[in-house]
């Protein structure tokens, strides 16, 4: 979508289009790339979920920038979505252990282990399915592209966030 595109939607007021626009942004960016790889790896799909979920909860405030507001962007998405709140809590430890262990390390830490199957979270045995956590993830983005149709809130930072992008793109 061109950003004089983007402009007409906003004018028009069509939330539906928009909210199409950003489950197709998070599909082509994210999503799919993991899906149509022939060489999935646990690791590989929580880098991504890692970025999907700071990116999502931009948009669900309004944020030009996450600079300084990393731990604050996963905090606020755990208790935003319900599906993965188990993830938020204890301290921080999924962004300490593996957001910034992946981005920082290239592993997780505290002794978690990425796996591609078995329950999303087993908090016991330290283990996080990484294709359940994305496909969760996937879910979460077409929630918030359905929230955007009615929640003024959302629609205003959505436009916060968008009209940033655009900002960024000259």
Same mark, same amino acid.
């Given at each position: 979508?061109?950003? *004089?595109?983007?402009?007409?939607? #906003?004018?028009?007021?069509?939330? !539906?289009? +928009?909210?199409? =626009?950003?489950?197709? /942004?998070? $599909? ?13 790896? *646990?690791?590989?799909?929580?880098? #991504?979920?890692?970025?999907?979920? !700071?990116? +999502?909860?931009? =948009?669900?405030?309004? /944020?030009? $920038? ?105």
């Amino acid at each position: 979508m061109t950003v *004089g595109r983007y402009r007409e939607l #906003v004018k028009a007021n069509d939330r !539906e289009a +928009l909210g199409r =626009f950003i489950v197709e /942004r998070f $599909d082509e960016r994210y999503f799919r790339p993991v899906s149509d790889s022939n060489s999935k790896h *646990g690791f590989a799909i929580m880098a #991504v979920a890692c970025l999907v979920i !700071e990116t +999502l909860e931009s =948009f669900y405030e309004g /944020r030009a $920038d996450t600079k300084g507001e990393s731990k604050k962007m996963f905090r606020d998405f755990f208790n935003r979505n319900s599906a993965l709140s188990s993830f938020g809590k204890r301290n921080d430890w999924f962004f300490t252990d593996i957001r910034c262990g992946i981005l920082h390390q290239a592993e997780s830490r505290g002794g978690w282990k990425i796996q591609r199957k078995g329950p999303l979270l087993d908090e016991h045995n330290k283990t996080i399915n990484a294709t359940t956590f994305l496909n969760q993830l996937q879910k979460a983005v077409a929630q918030y592209a359905a929230e955007l149709q009615s929640d003024e809130t959302i629609w205003k930072n959505f436009c916060t966030k968008v009209d940033a992008i655009c900002t960024n793109c000259r």
